[in-house]
Every structure is written in C-alpha cells, then in structure tokens.
C-alpha cells in the first residue's frame, strides 16, 4: 500500500489550524449515514445507486469539484468497500459532501511517486470525511475514510491547493 512520502510540509508549518479545535462556524452540518449493506454486492449497490450510477451499461459518473472534473468509475467502487468490518458505504453521502464542499484539498506525493488529492471535510459530528482522488486515467475516485479530527490531522500534509476559510 502506498504511503505518503517523508518530509512533505503539514498544516502545523503552514498555520492552519488543528481539526480537532476548529471553531463550529467552519464546520458543515452533519451529514447523515446511510444504512450499511449486508453483503459486498449490497454495498457496492448502496454506492452506485448514491452516486448517480442510473443505468446498468454506466461505467463512469463525472463529478465537478474545486481541482476539475474527477470519474467515479463503476470498476473501482468495490475497492472501497471490500473491507466489510467497515461498512464505509454507511459514509457515501459525508464523501460526496466532501468531493462538493471541501474544508481543504492536499496534494499530496506517495512514496510510488504519483500524487494524491486528499479531499478532507469538516463537519458539526464526530465523524470527519477523508477522500481520496487518484491521478489514474485522469482524476478518479480512489477511496474515503471516515474518521475523527485526530487521524484526519495526519492526512494534512504536501501542498495545499484549497481551502475554506
């Protein structure tokens, strides 16, 4: 699994502040779970059905967002949610919101030498939204995490392309 690199410039160096104490008014209001599949062909159902796959010969949905147009790929869905403890399907609608309304965008350099754009979203709940678009054929939806302000701090690091504040 690749990781970022070393070295990379984080939000501490930058000024910006800890997620983990940033004020209410730069957080978007909670963003509601979705029921979890209980198989991996449901969760994968749940995420195209919520990300605008309507038809069954659909192979990529286009999304607009601060860094240009990224693919949601039907082939690359499964990735996200093959890890079934997890249940990330329940976070589809936190990720989307965050693909929509960042609270930053990192560019960030993984040690297999290609950059990742971290989507991370702020919100009034514990759950916090970490998206993750690769630079393969184009910008693609590669995968999101939810977590809490702590972990997410962490994924702040490269160069900052975006932010809302």
Known sequence: ???AIKGLVTFKELGLPDLRELESEFRLDPTPEIEA????EAAIALLELHMGFTEPEMLIVPKQT???TLNILRDKLEHIVEKRLDARERYVLLA???LANP???WETLYDDNQVRFLFIGAYRQKQQMLVVVAPWEGKILWNFMHTDARSLNKHRQ????YKRH
């Open 96 to 98: 989307l919101d965050t």
């Open 66 to 68: 601060i860094i240009g």
């Open 37 to 40: 599949g209980d198989s991996l």
């Open 103 to 105: 609270y930053e965008v």
């Open 158 to 161: 490269g160069d900052l392309r």
């Open 1 to 3: 699994m690749a990781r």
